[in-house]
């Protein structure tokens, strides 16, 4: 089912896949991507989880409200898209901007949340300084200018090798990104800051990185590990878009974890 939610000026574009007595599991993309970044996840989780989907604003056919964002627009999003869809609580994995969303409403709304994954995030992504040229990179001269920088940046060198079609698909969807909407929610990465507050995230919580991730290091990885008190870690061999580069895997990590909490809930 895919559709569109309509608040104010924001009109979210999501897909939900229903299961009738089974979980919601939310999927929330990375900055520069949309919702079929997630397309090697589908067919596997859909069979464990109601799969809900959706564009960050600013992102895919999601529209582009004036910015800048915070990251709190962005988790109020998730969670008016999640009573528009009468979702009480749900699973919630993000990637990258995704993770931060999570820990956001992790954060702030826990009792609508039954678990996280936290996908190549951080309990805080970059610099100031690295945002903003980000920003005004964008801004001035078009999305076209970062993606052979972001594509070394999501993926390793083999794998670039190895599939660059399946890269050259992600690379379309960076170049289709409105650039004042990814701008936008730069400003919001740009500003968010879990480091103090990770203490207060009570879900059980997977923390997923790739060894060859140079945006969010495992270090990033272990200070979450260790923030998070109900938290476990794994390594996957990718970069920064391991759902996408370690798919089999990192689907496997995710099945295996869902199934887990549910069995204790």
Not at 165 to 185: E, F, I, K, Q
Not at 213 to 224: G, I, K, Q, R
Request: hydrophobic fraction near 40%.
């Amino acid at each position: 089912m895919r559709g569109y939610f309509q608040r104010n000026v924001l009109k979210t574009h999501y897909e939900f896949l229903p299961a009738p007595g089974k979980p919601v599991l939310v999927l929330s993309n990375s900055l520069g991507t949309d919702l079929s970044m997630w397309s090697s996840q589908m067919s596997v989780l859909s069979e464990q989880a109601a799969v809900l989907r959706y564009d960050t604003r600013g992102h895919g056919a999601s529209l582009c409200p004036t910015g800048p964002y915070s990251i709190k627009d962005l988790g109020h999003d998730l969670l008016g898209l999640m009573d528009y869809l009468e979702i009480e609580d749900a699973h919630i994995c993000g990637l990258s901007m995704g993770g931060l969303i999570a820990q956001w409403v992790a954060i702030h709304a826990r009792d609508r949340v039954r678990s996280l994954v936290l996908a190549n995030t951080a309990a805080k992504i970059g610099t100031a300084d690295g945002w903003n040229e980000r920003i005004r990179t964008v801004l001035q001269s078009g999305m076209e200018m970062i993606v052979p920088g972001a594509l070394q940046r999501w993926y390793t060198p083999q794998f670039l090798a190895r599939d660059r079609s399946v890269a050259d698909r992600t690379a379309s969807m960076l170049r289709s990104t409105n650039p004042a909407g990814y701008a936008a929610c730069c400003e919001a990465l740009k500003d968010a800051d879990f480091r103090s507050e990770l203490h207060s995230i009570s879900a059980p919580t997977l923390v997923l990185y790739g060894v060859h991730d140079t945006v969010t290091t495992a270090s990033d990885a272990a200070f979450l590990n260790h923030g998070i008190l109900k938290s476990e870690c794994v390594a996957l061999d990718a970069a920064h878009l391991s759902a996408i580069e370690a798919a089999r895997v990192f689907t496997e990590a995710v099945s295996r974890f869902l199934t887990r909490c549910e069995v204790s809930a």
